[in-house]
């Protein structure tokens, strides 16, 4: 394998995976949120390096406290407590000729 065909497959796998990610925090947050944590509390050991640890450490997500509306987490309720919307009365259509023969 030459080395721009190498260079050119690293570049675009950056890329594909930079854009999975983006997409999985975008569109599943509390997932995405999850399997972070996970990955950190398993490199926030004592056999790994303290390079490793404190790296893991600052990856770790923060505790959220109630969400925000539209993450997807649903635990308070909040989301689904929208003002109810005005009835519009339907109004029956008419057509009107315009004149001509």
């Keep these: 394998m030459n080395t721009?065909?190498?260079v050119q497959t690293v570049v675009i796998s950056a890329m594909v995976g930079w854009s999975a990610l983006f997409?999985?925090?975008?569109?599943?947050?509390?997932?995405?949120?999850?399997?972070?944590?996970?990955?950190?509390?398993?490199f926030d050991r004592?056999?790994?390096p303290a390079w490793l640890r404190a790296a893991a450490q600052r990856v770790q997500p923060r505790a959220?406290?109630?969400g925000r509306c539209g993450d997807g987490c649903s635990s308070c309720g909040g989301c689904a407590t929208?003002?109810?919307k005005r009835v519009?009365?339907?109004?029956?259509?008419?057509?009107?000729s315009r004149g001509g023969g």
């Design 46 to 48: 004592r056999p790994f």
């Design 64 to 66: 959220t406290s109630g």
């Design 88 to 96: 519009v009365e339907a109004q029956p259509l008419t057509f009107r």
């Design 4 to 6: 721009p065909v190498l």
């Design 82 to 84: 929208e003002p109810p």
């Design 23 to 42: 997409a999985a925090r975008r569109f599943l947050p509390v997932a995405s949120r999850r399997a972070q944590a996970k990955l950190a509390d398993a």
